[in-house]
């Protein structure tokens, strides 16, 4: 079985900042890591070639430096890895990237015939959830996502069952294969890699692919060009004001509830007359 | 199966790091591990690089490595509460190629050592724990990490794990360190803009100042404060003997934010806004200290060898030297393929010949001196003061009396004497 993961690096959100004058995400601030949700991603791609033998390759679009989550992937026991990098491919968004990347697994898909695709629930900088169907659409294979458990595997029948995310639970889901699973966090705990494969990341060197190495690509779909998505605005989420603690005796704190919410919603209802 | 290295280098600070690095580019298969997330994560030293040593491993390194500032400017400020007698040497030699040392700041400066490594072909593994050597018939033939699957194997092992260095003493190497073999810095890396740094520490665009700061900075306590310009910062911290900081009960951080609003200090550091907060210990046990350094398959260098010559603040550079001649004796080694102590002795040999064993035991009894001697720090430190301030106070008295009076500063006849004494005494510890 041959398993491909898309992923990306990403900076880490959780300490980057952002520039108040251009409200823009100061990338040079934050370290950059392989997206969260796409360690799942991989973590759950190593799980099932144990499980049912086969093959991990690892695919993502960016700039030189993401060799680095590669490396990671591999760390974690991917077996290979593919970059596409070119300026050609700057300044895409999510439907650009998802047919530059749908190129390249067009192209890994000849050297070895892919069964199933997985990627993260989304990246942490774009936060949209959607290259994943994108590249089904693409394949015109079934998208499956929020997937939190993958039950199994049976590619002598060609389908899999999996349980996919609810907000009142989960539903259990039958596909045929190939298919694309994006996945939640919950699905898996990633592992703490092993020695050997510390190792092997350490001397590994991806597949690096330019534009030129895609087959039949059309450019006019690729990078700043081929993305229609207009960014409008962008700003940063104010900061929630601070909360108040209330103490005091159950009754004084009950009582401070109370005429904090009778407040609140004195005010809320002020502004709903004056609208 | 486990894989075999020709060597495994555990740590990838100025020792473990050069030491790869000369492996490397002799054709050794070198693992070199790194417990912290790239290396320089956890790495932390007061900011002074000397040239010499390293321009010897990557010659003209200067022209393309993350330094902060060339030095031009050497202060030593000894202080008392509100005053301070300075000594300086500034030069323009200094300026300029080859210079003498450099500012740095550890977290950027040892990626791209390791780096350097890494192009000459060493193995770079971080985020991993060297946890204990792995020995059979008395021989290190490994280490274990904290991986699965994490042990690894090699020829011989250099430990360049740094000051507590757990690996050798885990051998029996050394013991613990006693409270006054080891120093404890805590440090503070201030944001300030360039041009405010230039004019405060009177500098020429891109040129670097130090300055030592003795007596009153550490509250008398045997030890020093540092303050020393960065591109746009500055590091300021001080460092003292654990023994003396137990002795005197005072907590690292409170003596930091003392010397950082010492009237001398401060204005230094006005209106800077503080981005990091750094503390390590520092090895200040010197030449008798020095743990055994070589056994069948394994040597130690850097700061786990307890390299630090802690009076003229040089730590960096003896670590560097001691993993190239590390590697030159397991490049030896590897052609009689003989791992053994006696082999790798060679090593230890080359270390006390070298500037290195010459500057420990020049300086051997000078820590425990001045750490039993506390009058050095507490008392005479304030006395230069007072009597600089008598001599040069222009006050309507004549100058026969000035000198007469700053005599009297000194004490008396018994103290007088005492202080010829102990200034004999001090230099016969360092000379």
Not at chain 1, 45 to 65: I, N
Not at chain 1, 244 to 254: F, M, N
């Amino acid at each position: 079985m041959h398993i491909v993961t898309c992923i990306k690096q990403v900076p880490d959100t959780k300490v980057i900042k952002m520039n108040p004058k251009t409200n823009t995400m100061d990338r040079s601030s934050a370290p950059a890591i392989l997206n969260p949700y796409d360690a799942h991603a991989v973590e759950e791609a190593v799980r099932l070639k144990k499980r049912y033998g086969g093959f991990v390759s690892v695919l993502t679009m960016g700039p030189p430096p993401a060799v680095k989550a590669i490396k990671t992937c591999i760390e974690l026991g991917a077996d290979e890895g593919y970059m596409i990098t070119d300026r050609a491919f700057a300044g895409a968004d999510t439907l650009a990237t998802s047919y530059a990347l749908t190129q390249a697994i067009h192209k890994i898909a000849k050297q070895k015939p892919v069964d199933l695709i997985i990627c993260g629930k989304m990246t942490i900088d774009g936060d949209t959830g959607q290259v994943g169907p994108g590249i089904a659409r693409r394949l015109d294979i079934p998208p499956l996502t929020s997937v939190i458990k993958v039950v199994e595997i049976n590619r002598e029948e060609g389908y899999v069952i999996v349980h996919r995310k609810r907000e009142d639970g989960y539903e259990v889901v039958q596909s045929t294969l190939p298919c694309l699973m994006a996945v939640e966090k919950e699905i898996n705990e990633v592992s703490f890699a092993s020695l050997p494969n510390m190792i092997r990341a350490a001397r590994y060197e991806p597949h690096i692919w330019s534009v030129d190495d895609l087959e039949n690509v059309d450019r006019s779909q690729l990078g700043l060009k081929g993305s229609p998505t207009i960014v409008s605005k962008v700003w940063a989420p104010p900061k929630p004001s601070e909360g108040e603690i209330i103490s005091g005796t159950p009754e004084e704190q009950v009582e401070r509830l109370i005429q904090l919410v009778l407040e609140k919603t004195d005010r809320l209802a002020s502004k709903e007359v004056a609208q | 199966m486990p894989e075999k290295f020709d060597c495994i280098v555990v740590g990838a600070g100025p020792a473990g790091t050069a030491c790869a690095y000369e492996l490397a580019k002799a054709g050794v298969n070198v693992l070199l591990l790194e417990r912290g997330e790239y290396p320089g994560a956890k790495n932390v030293m007061g900011g002074v690089l000397y040239r010499q040593m390293l321009d010897e491993i990557i010659p003209g390194f200067y022209k393309e490595a993350p330094l902060e500032r060339p030095i031009v400017e050497q202060r030593f400020m000894l202080l008392d509460k509100e005053s301070a007698f300075t000594i300086s040497y500034k030069g323009l030699e200094w300026a300029k190629e080859p210079y003498n040392n450099f500012t740095v700041l550890r977290a950027k400066f040892d990626q791209w050592f390791a780096q350097k490594a890494v192009e000459q072909g060493a193995l770079l593994v971080c985020e991993t724990v060297a946890l204990e050597c792995l020995v059979e018939d008395g021989r290190v033939v490994g280490v274990r990490t904290d991986r699965p699957e994490g042990d690894v194997y090699a020829d011989v092992v250099v430990l360049a794990d740094g000051v507590n260095s757990l690996l050798a003493k885990q051998l029996g190497f050394h013991k613990e360190w006693r409270p006054d073999e080891v120093a404890l810095a805590t440090m503070e890396i201030i944001k300030l803009d360039k041009k405010v740094i230039e004019d405060r520490f009177n500098l020429e665009e891109g040129q670097g100042c130090t300055i030592e700061l003795l007596g009153d900075a550490t509250k008398g306590i045997l030890g020093t404060g540092f303050l020393y310009t960065n591109k746009d910062t500055v590091s300021i911290g001080v460092g003292t003997l654990l023994s003396g900081l137990i002795k005197h009960k005072i907590k690292p951080y409170e003596l930091l934010e003392y010397v950082k609003n010492h009237p001398m200090v401060r204005p230094f550091i006005e209106g800077g806004e503080p981005v990091e907060y750094l503390a390590h210990l520092i090895p200040e046990g010197g030449y008798r200290s020095m743990p055994k350094v070589v056994g069948h398959g394994v040597v130690v260098v850097g700061d786990a060898a307890q390299l630090v010559n802690a009076v003229h603040r040089e730590g960096s550079n003896l670590a560097m030297t001691s993993g190239r001649l590390a590697a030159e004796t397991i490049i030896m080694a590897k052609e009689y393929n003989d791992f053994s102590e006696n082999m790798l002795d060679h090593y230890r040999v080359k270390l006390m010949e070298s500037f290195i064993g010459q500057d420990l035991k020049k300086y051997k009894d000078v820590t425990s001196f001045f750490d039993k001697h506390t009058q050095y720090f507490e008392k005479y430190i304030p006395m230069l003061n007072r009597a600089a301030s008598q001599m040069l106070a222009v006050d309507g008295l004549s100058k026969w009396e000035k000198q007469k009076k700053v005599w009297q500063t000194l004490g008396s006849t018994g103290e007088k004497l005492q202080l010829a004494r102990d200034m004999l005494r001090a230099w016969r510890v360092v000379k």
